[in-house]
């Protein structure tokens, strides 16, 4: 039998190193379960980074998806097709984005990014703000935007005109837009920046401020949206609406899919035939399986659900827990003195994972269908994999 370390060992020599050695090499996944290849079951509390939004093998996406390859599974945008369409309006709808919004589907999250950018490009400025500990991709444009100097300090020099402003400071934001500025690109929550939210009001005053200026707004909902949060979109407390929306990671339950969401006709008027595209974007598989996560949650109540299960988390009082941060289920627990690391592995050893999203925090973003039974089974067992991760000696960072 083929074990785990036999697959790493071919891993190591068939695969450039960029995500570094795997954790594990997982064979299955069912409900909020996947297994190894050596046979050990995993509760997932990360669920692909918040893209497995059903869970692993949810019928209701399955039988979508394979209904879909049975009739077409590509047909290029020369064509369109139903799927297609039915999943833009179904994402107008749910964004309550006005009459002559419209979307464009691309492939990935960074795929979106670099749709929005060439959309700002539009307005005949180039100048792009956004925040210190910002994501928003690897490809060359989504980088100019990332902050994390590791990232994109290897590939410069990249698009010239990016400014990074801290997070939630009124007056830096209002200080850097001016009439030179494209468009402001904002996470509602920084996910890779270890889960830190920006305030309903922060959001609100960059919406007055770019508004004002004739710049765009663009939210990254790559991976607050889709229920994530317990809203459609973590922004939709906050009362406003951008320009412009970017989806990708939880949209298709796992098929890659990403998509630009432009707010109102002049905005979507921007980008006119001829000056963009992609060759897979927008094709019938991937667009059936969002509608089958989109089809779910409306039906399940989930977004209700996620509120519901994701409470459990508000405030975790643990020894080695200096506090939660989040919402619904995006959340960090940021840890006291135990470095995510040995946490990670502890949990991984217990039979959970998470992600070690900053040396001093773990990422949980489970599937939106985990049950209140299966978050309560890593919560008991938090306290002991705290006591493991602290017992293993590696030094707190
Ligand atoms: C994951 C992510 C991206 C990039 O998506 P990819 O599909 O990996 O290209 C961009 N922005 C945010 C906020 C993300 O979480």
Not at 70 to 93: D, G, V
């Amino acid at each position: 039998m083929t074990t785990g370390s036999d697959l790493l060992g071919r891993y190591a020599g068939a695969m450039v190193q960029v995500f570094g050695a795997p954790q594990l090499v997982l064979a299955e996944g069912h409900g909020c379960w996947v297994t190894d290849v050596d046979g050990k079951r995993y509760l997932d509390l990360l669920s692909g980074i918040a893209v497995n939004a059903l869970g692993h093998g949810h019928p209701a996406l399955v039988q979508a998806v394979a209904k879909q390859a049975e009739s077409a599974i590509h047909i290029s945008n020369f064509f369109t097709s139903e799927p297609a369409i039915a999943l833009a309006e179904r994402i107008l709808s749910v964004s309550g984005a006005p009459t002559g919004s419209g979307v464009f589907f691309a492939n990935s999250g960074t795929e979106a990014t670099e749709a929005a950018i060439k959309l700002s490009r539009r307005t005949g400025r180039s100048r792009i703000v956004a925040l210190e500990g910002s994501f928003h991709g690897r490809s060359t444009g989504a980088l100019a935007l990332t902050h994390k100097a590791a990232y994109r300090e290897p590939f410069e020099p990249l698009i010239p005109g990016v400014v990074f402003v801290p997070p939630n400071d009124v007056e830096a934001l209002t200080a850097a837009v001016d009439e030179s500025t494209a468009a402001v690109f904002l996470e509602p929550i920084q996910g890779e920046a270890g889960v830190r939210e920006l305030a309903a009001d922060y959001l609100r005053a960059a919406r007055e401020a770019t508004s004002r200026h004739g710049a765009l707004l663009v939210l990254d909902e790559i991976q607050t949206g889709i229920g994530r949060t317990g809203d459609w979109f973590a922004h939709q407390p906050s009362g406003i609406l951008p320009d412009a929306m970017t989806l990708a990671k939880g949209l298709g339950g796992g098929i890659p899919i990403g998509a630009l969401v432009t707010f109102g006709p002049q905005v979507t008027g921007m980008l006119a035939a001829g000056q963009h595209g992609t060759t897979f974007g927008g094709n019938p598989l991937a667009c059936a399986a969002g509608l089958a996560v989109l089809d779910t949650i409306e039906r399940d109540g989930l977004l209700e659900h996620v509120r519901d299960v994701g409470a459990l988390l508000d405030d975790v009082r643990l020894e080695g827990v200096a506090g939660t941060r989040g919402r619904g289920l995006l959340r960090a627990v940021e840890l006291d003195g135990i470095p995510s690391s040995a946490v990670m592995a502890a949990a991984r050893e217990a039979g959970f994972i998470v992600n070690a999203v900053t040396p001093t925090a773990i990422r949980l973003a489970p599937p939106l269908v985990i049950s209140e039974s299966e978050l309560r089974c890593f919560l008991d067992a938090l306290p002991a994999i705290l006591a493991a991760a602290r017992a293993s000696g590696e030094a707190a960072p």
